[in-house]
């Protein structure tokens, strides 16, 4: 019931909030924290028990809850928990906290109601992490999707219902197409064995033909790649982010584009091999191609968050290159990818929300010497900018890294490429620290550090990136215990990797 109570406590918590503003609007501040920080408490107790669950249960899943929803279609209310799960519901209930935090002042009229769409966009994602009925995963991505919809649409910037619309159209879309593979997937088992289910675990063994499994992996595909987003399907992230309100953004970047590599991870992969291995080296060009293509221009912007939106890009270039180079190393650089981009993107967007709420513009042409006025702010943004480049000590660095490692084992020339995205960031990062911490001072009046609501926000995240850029193996071990990829998909790969690499069978060098 642990797991259910996770979804039930942010559900429950969305409509009281919305039903307190009736009496004071604080209520729903004070609700939305309290609910997450119950979520957080729980899973960091399930995070230190690890060993223990693993030990009792015989098995790399922490803990299953199941109960008969329409049995009748086959769907059930399964959930299910491992490492991998486990790490992403703790970054989803962090950053919920700090996207309330972020939103405490920001938001100052329809308290109630933005609150209720912010816990039922977690309780979405938080159903994407834990459901293994793919019939209630769809059911969970669109749960995400309209929350976020009137986030953008209601309390976002001057043309926020352009960019709700193109979130929308976008996602929907490619849901519709993920649907109709799930739909597809269903038949395909139920024809061969008889029983028509939409169990993730059952729907693992299913065996189809090469022409089918391509079709159908192509629809799962369709929706996470948008998600992700990758090149070329990634236009609606930069008017997304522009428009949303900071606590909009911080979700966005840190834990809606997560659910499209979970996808990734747990369906396309493992329940299609096969038809996974046979694109990986378009995947990986498409993953180097957004590395290269949103650092560039990331340097190119002029606003803030359009800046930061376009190195989610780059980053999430990362995820597509790691996880189709089929290997251990690549998986867990993947892993910690989506966790500490969450953590660094996030708190940079936060920095940009902080920032537009004292001069009222993210055009970083009129910012600059705001380290003199504000040398906390300016500290805290150094951190997360050579986060963002990738600076060893700090948790960005050993994601690439361990991507870059897994994925020289695939291909020589996609992995040096990735490389010189490396570089790029380091411009881009350098670009943003010295345009609104150093530069021209800008004659702004009534610049003040950060408050002390702010400090609780972005403290604790920096301590975080640093932890994991000294510490990571606590993450890595949770990650290691997770069999993200079922035994049928841990086989030879050598073809793929030699078609990638360009070497042959009898050990032919890189030309």
Do not use: C
């Not at 009137?150 to 001057?158: D, N, P, R, S």
């Not at 675990?201 to 033909?209: E, G, I, R, V």
């Amino acid at each position: 019931m642990i797991l259910l109570s996770f979804i039930i406590v942010l559900m429950a918590g969305g409509i009281f909030a919305w039903i307190a503003e009736r009496w004071n609007p604080m209520l729903s501040r004070w609700i939305s924290l309290i609910a997450l920080l119950f979520n957080l408490a729980t899973a960091v107790l399930l995070w230190t028990e690890q060993t223990y669950l693993i030990e009792r249960f015989q098995s790399s899943w922490l803990a299953k809850y199941e109960l008969s929803w329409i049995p009748i279609f086959g769907i059930s209310f399964n959930l299910a928990l491992d490492g991998l799960s486990l790490l992403m519901l703790l970054l989803t209930f962090l950053l919920g906290i700090f996207a309330v935090l972020t939103s405490w002042d920001e938001i100052q009229y329809r308290i109630g109601f933005f609150h209720f769409n912010l816990l039922w966009v977690l309780a979405g994602i938080t159903g994407v992490f834990l459901t293994m009925d793919l019939f209630l995963f769809y059911f969970f991505w669109e749960v995400m999707l309209i929350p976020m919809y009137f986030l953008i649409a209601i309390w976002g910037h001057e043309n926020r219902r352009y960019a709700a619309y193109k979130f929308f159209i976008f996602t929907q879309a490619s849901g519709l197409l993920m649907f109709l593979a799930i739909l597809g997937l269903y038949f395909v088992h139920g024809n061969e064995t008889g029983n028509y289910t939409f169990d993730y675990f059952q729907l693992l063994n299913t065996n189809f033909s090469e022409s089918t499994g391509r079709w159908l992996m192509l629809g799962f595909l369709a929706a996470f790649i948008v998600k992700l987003p990758v090149v070329p399907f990634h236009s609606w992230l930069p008017d997304a982010h522009s428009e949303a309100p900071t606590a909009g953004s911080v979700i966005l970047a840190g834990l809606l584009l997560k659910t499209g590599a979970y996808g990734l991870v747990r369906i396309v992969v493992p329940i299609f091999p096969d038809a996974a291995r046979e694109i990986a080296p378009w995947a990986m060009l498409l993953g180097v191609v957004g590395i290269l293509y949103g650092a560039l221009l990331a340097f190119s912007q002029t606003d803030l968050k359009r800046l930061v939106a376009y190195t989610s890009v780059s980053h999430m270039g990362f995820v597509m290159l790691g996880v189709f180079a089929f290997n251990d190393l690549a998986m867990q650089g993947v892993v910690m990818q989506m966790i500490t981009h969450g953590i660094s993107t996030g708190a940079l967007f936060i920095l940009a929300g902080s920032i537009y709420e004292r001069i009222h513009t993210r055009d970083v042409e009129q910012m600059g010497g705001f380290w003199k006025k504000m040398p906390f702010m300016g500290t805290i943004g150094l951190v997360f900018a050579m986060a963002s480049l990738g600076l060893p000590g700090l948790g960005n660095f050993i994601a690439e890294f361990l991507t870059l490692i897994g994925s020289w084992q695939a291909s020589h020339k996609l992995t040096i490429l990735a490389a010189i995205g490396l570089v790029a960031g380091t411009i881009y990062s350098l670009r943003i620290v010295q345009k609104v911490f150093h530069g021209g001072e800008q004659k702004i009046r009534d610049l003040h550090d950060l408050t002390i609501r702010e400090k609780l926000t972005l403290v604790p995240l920096a301590i975080i990136i640093i932890w994991l850029g000294v510490f990571p193996q606590s993450v890595i071990d949770t990650v290691s215990k997770s069999k993200v990829s079922p035994k049928k998909t841990e086989i030879s790969i050598s073809k793929s990797q030699n078609h990638l690499s360009g070497t042959s069978e009898e050990g032919g060098r890189d030309e």
